[in-house]
């Protein structure tokens, strides 16, 4: 059964901790992306990986870490230097190609207490 | 900084009727676009993808795109009830997508 999967689905977090969001495809893509999605805005992009040990910074990269280690998985760090990290994390894969479509995970909802 | 506008509603139509999404970008340079469907709690889904000018038909979906106006459309035809939900725009320009905030849709039985 080919997809994204992401987990966990709910997570929540004291202030001052850091916490590994986590993302797997089995879809074969080689590009991986992560969004955060807030009430009211669109998706902003966090960072980005066309291949393994690779990744770029997108606009709100601040506060945030990802590694590449293998083609399948890219986890999401989030510090606690991010100052706002509530929000609604979603992860989306694409096979490389001018066209080629992106296709996302079922989401992790963070909610900082 | 590459924008994405979408009027962002709430768009009511009633059932069977057509419901019309706008969207405007900004880099001339975009390549691809893309709209998503996004319920209530969920992740975005793919529904249509456009990649020249013109229309393209998927079912009850018709894409639309103009890049000489820098602007992309989605038409759903006999709306149904369970077309309700939120619809994004997505630009594709380089290596990176950009997301409009979305167009909310009611379709009212």
């Known amino acids: 059964d080919g997809g994204i999967t992401q987990s966990p689905k709910y997570l929540f977090r004291k202030e001052g901790q850091n916490v590994t969001l986590s993302c797997e495809q089995n879809l074969n893509h080689d590009a991986m992306y992560w969004y955060r999605q807030d009430p009211g805005q669109g998706l902003r992009l966090i960072y980005y990986s066309q291949i393994v040990n690779d990744f770029q910074k997108g606009d709100i990269a601040e506060g945030y870490s990802v590694s590449r280690e293998k083609k399948e998985s890219f986890p999401l760090t989030v510090t606690s230097a991010q100052k706002n990290p509530t929000a609604f994390y979603l992860c989306?894969?694409?096979?490389?190609?001018?066209?080629?479509?992106?296709?996302f995970g079922p989401g992790t909802r963070l909610t900082v207490l | 900084q590459k924008e994405v506008e979408q009027n962002s509603g709430p768009l009511s139509v009633p059932e069977g009727a057509i419901a019309s999404l706008n969207c405007t970008y900004s880099?001339?340079?975009?390549?691809?676009f893309f709209w998503y469907r996004q319920y209530s709690g969920k992740s975005p889904e793919l529904i249509m993808s456009i990649y020249s000018n013109g229309d393209k038909e998927d079912g009850r979906f018709t894409a639309q795109l103009n890049k000489a106006s820098q602007y992309v459309s989605l038409l759903i035809r006999d709306s149904q009830p369970s077309d309700s939900a939120t619809y994004l725009c997505?630009?594709?320009?380089?290596?990176?997508?950009?997301f409009g905030t979305g167009t909310s849709l009611t379709v009212i039985p």
């Open positions: 997505a630009v594709k320009t380089g290596n990176q997508f950009y």
């Open positions: 989306a894969s694409r096979k490389q190609g001018r066209d080629n479509e992106q296709f």
């Open positions: 880099d001339r340079g975009s390549q691809s």
